[in-house]
C-alpha cells in the first residue's frame, strides 16, 4: 500500500519559515521523482518545487529563492523549506510522487501565511 504522509503545516507570520515534510513508504523511493504541490482556495493545483530521482531541481517563479526542495533516499523522505513567507503561499500543499505512468498524492497540509 502506498502512502505519502506531509507534515510541518501550519500557521506563520508573514516574512516566516516552514517545512514541509513527505514520508513515502509502499513504493521503491529512489525511483520516483518528487515534487510539492499547492492549491489555494478557487485556484487550480499548481506544481510548486520538483526533484527527480536524480536529483535535479525545479522551481516555480513566485518560489525562487525562498523555497529549497531536498530528498533523503535512505529515509525515504522529501522536503521543502519554505523562508520569507508571503500571503499568498496560503494554500494545502500536497505531496507528490510520480515514475512514469504511476502517480500517488499525499493527502496534503495546510500552510497560513497571515498575522
Known amino acids: 500500500q502506498v502512502q505519502l504522509v506531509e507534515s510541518g503545516g501550519g500557521l506563520v507570520q508573514p516574512g516566516g519559515s516552514l517545512r514541509l515534510s513527505c514520508a513515502a513508504s509502499?513504493?521503491?523511493?529512489?525511483?520516483?521523482?518528487m515534487g510539492w504541490y499547492r492549491q489555494a482556495p478557487g485556484k487550480q493545483r499548481e506544481l510548486v518545487a520538483s526533484?527527480?530521482?536524480?536529483?535535479?531541481?525545479k522551481y516555480t517563479d513566485s518560489v525562487k529563492g525562498r523555497f529549497t526542495i531536498s530528498r533523503d533516499n535512505a529515509k525515504n523522505t522529501v522536503s521543502v523549506q519554505m523562508d520569507s513567507l508571503k500571503p499568498e503561499d496560503t494554500a494545502v500543499y500536497y505531496c507528490?510522487?510520480?515514475?512514469?505512468?504511476?502517480?500517488?498524492w499525499g493527502q496534503g497540509t495546510q500552510v497560513t501565511v497571515s498575522s
Open positions: 507528490n510522487a510520480r515514475t512514469g505512468l504511476l502517480v500517488y
Open positions: 526533484i527527480t530521482s536524480g536529483g535535479s531541481t
Open positions: 509502499g513504493i521503491f523511493f529512489n525511483s520516483y521523482d
